[in-house]
């Protein structure tokens, strides 16, 4: 099973939000709250397009984007898993399913959140933006994860909490199971063709073996 990390195993989906908002205001942005979250899911290279347009004057991009970085460190002493995220990877791997993940975070983020997640012994494999060529929507964090872990697309179900993690699954043919704890409903993750929809981690382990298959 192939795992997103931000919203989906550790609850930083709106700590993104505020993180973005303020960054983009230091720097005279003015983007609206509710557009940031719903962006959150793609990485640092994609996010300023997506919001400001694709011909939005970049002379600012690399210092909202450090502002960014500055201001979500902040929280990094508070960053916590979603509910049932750690029991929910115990139990994939005592099923004799490799747990891997793929992240469009920073790789100093996705450290950050590993140890807030506290399941470094059951994690086969974990990538970072730092690895792969784009973040999501793109595929490459997941081929990434893909090839370093040997296993090919018809072998993995992913575990997302945003309709940009279901899109970068759905290129590489991958079912993707949808969660809404990062603040996306299940109605949208259900439009972007999510198989399935649950409310956080704990829900999809609750459902049973069979809520893990293709």
Not at 101 to 122: G, H, Y
Request: with cysteine; charged share 25%.
């Amino acid at each position: 099973m192939l795992f997103d990390l931000d919203g989906t195993l550790v609850d930083t989906s709106y700590l993104h939000t505020v993180s973005w908002w303020q960054a983009f205001r230091q720097y005279e942005r003015d983007v609206e709250m509710a557009k940031i979250h719903r962006a959150i899911g793609m990485g640092a290279d994609r996010i300023l397009d997506h919001l400001l347009g694709p011909d939005h004057d970049r002379y600012d991009d690399d210092n909202i984007r450090a502002a960014h970085r500055s201001l979500y460190a902040q929280y990094w002493w508070r960053v916590r898993p979603t509910p049932g995220a750690h029991e929910l990877l115990q139990a994939v791997d005592e099923r004799g399913l490799r747990v891997v993940i793929a992240s469009s975070a920073s790789r100093n983020e996705l450290e950050i959140m590993m140890t807030a997640l506290d399941a470094q012994d059951v994690v086969d494999t974990a990538t970072s933006l730092d690895d792969a060529g784009a973040s999501k929507p793109a595929p490459d964090t997941i081929q990434v994860a893909l090839a370093r872990s040997g296993l090919s697309p018809d072998e993995v179900v992913f575990v997302g909490d945003s309709v940009w993690d279901v899109s970068a699954a759905r290129a590489l043919a991958i079912p993707c199971i949808g969660l809404t704890c990062g603040g996306i409903s299940a109605a949208e993750l259900h439009e972007a063709g999510a198989v399935r929809v649950y409310e956080h981690p704990r829900a999809l382990l609750e459902a049973g073996e069979g809520a893990f298959s293709r």
